[in-house]
């Protein structure tokens, strides 16, 4: 996987988040401040742009721009956390030197580490309905496929579809973070609109893979 397939990976994303705009807003607005589809649309539109006016020559990098870029353009906690996330898995690609490609083990440990960044900075774990509920299965999924030896349709599709099910799980739960707790048991019967949201992100490398070739 090259730049070419990242800067795809993100355009889709932003093509979801923009799909989905209107519905990540409810979702936000049953119990947050109903501004999650708006800021994340701005936030990938930037990082869309960003790519296109200086598009970077390695994957670490890409992932650097993309996360600075939504934690300078995001608002609310979504910006920080997203920003986080693409911040730490470009900078776990570029530990070892800015190689030009980087395998699928490669992408699950960076994504890892993004995950890793989220969970510090937000000290969310699962079960708080928050993100981390899609994002970390989706890791686990991805690991394991790697480690199955799985090609990356398959481990893309397996990610996504976990991180599907984890945002879906968030519905009955009572938010135990962020400003849905602040609503306790009334929180529960609503779907995290950062689960929400993480999942397109998985399900957008199941779009950037098809553009292989």
């Not at 800021?39 to 990938?44: A, I, K």
């Not at 774990?125 to 299965?137: I, L, N, Q, S």
Request: aromatic share 4%; hydrophobic share 45%; net charge negative.
């Amino acid at each position: 996987m090259d730049t070419a397939f990242l800067t795809r990976w993100i355009a889709g994303i932003a093509d979801a988040v923009r799909a989905e705009r209107d519905r990540l807003t409810e979702l936000d607005a049953a119990i947050g401040d109903a501004d999650h589809g708006a800021n994340l649309d701005r936030g990938f539109g930037a990082a869309v742009q960003a790519l296109a006016d200086d598009p970077p020559a390695a994957p670490g990098a890409l992932l650097r721009l993309v996360g600075g870029t939504l934690i300078s353009r995001v608002g609310g906690a979504s910006g920080p956390l997203y920003g986080t996330a693409f911040r730490e898995a470009g900078r776990s690609l570029g530990s070892s030197g800015e190689a030009s490609e980087v395998s699928l083990a490669d992408l699950a440990r960076a994504l890892r580490a993004g995950l890793d960044g989220v969970t510090r900075l937000g000290s969310a774990a699962e079960g708080d309905k928050t993100m981390v509920d899609a994002f970390a299965p989706a890791v686990r999924a991805l690991e394991t496929a790697v480690s199955a030896g799985a090609g990356e349709r398959e481990a893309f599709e397996a990610a996504a579809s976990a991180a599907l099910a984890g945002a879906e799980a968030t519905v009955p739960m009572v938010a135990r973070k962020g400003r849905a707790s602040y609503l306790g048991p009334r929180s529960a019967g609503h779907e995290d609109p950062g689960a929400a949201s993480c999942a397109l992100i998985f399900a957008a490398l199941c779009t950037a893979d098809q553009g292989h070739g």
